[in-house]
């Protein structure tokens, strides 16, 4: 079992920037690729930004050039970078690991973009 943990979420005014963090409580069988999604109200999940265990990135329409996805292996932890924030990105944003067809799934970490 892996337990993902994010933090980072909050309110910010548009044009703003905040970092979302997801801790893994362990990484399995060197496995480290995960990725972010989000879900606005009354809206399906979508997936948002990718990286693989090699490092490559991919990120939806909606967000490149202004998201960033990283991590740290040795801290088990990826991190979304968020710039220049739209009132659209609102929404909860989920950690998703999914080693091996298993699939784990954060909390989710709340963003609000508003003034």
């Known amino acids: 079992q892996v337990r993902l943990v994010e933090s980072g979420g909050g309110l910010v005014q548009p044009g703003g920037s905040l970092r979302l963090s997801c801790a893994a409580s362990?990484?399995?069988?060197?496995?480290?690729?995960m990725a972010w999604h989000r879900q606005a109200p009354g809206k399906q999940r979508e997936e948002v930004a990718v990286i693989t265990t090699a490092g490559s990135t991919r990120y939806a329409d909606s967000v490149k050039g202004r998201f960033t996805i990283s991590r740290d292996n040795a801290k088990n932890t990826v991190y979304l970078q968020m710039n220049g924030l739209k009132p659209e990105d609102t929404a909860v944003y989920y950690c998703?690991?999914?080693?091996?067809?298993?699939?784990?799934w954060g909390q989710g970490t709340q963003v609000t973009v508003s003034s």
């Open positions: 998703n690991y999914r080693p091996l067809g298993d699939d784990y």
């Open positions: 362990r990484i399995i069988r060197g496995i480290y690729g």
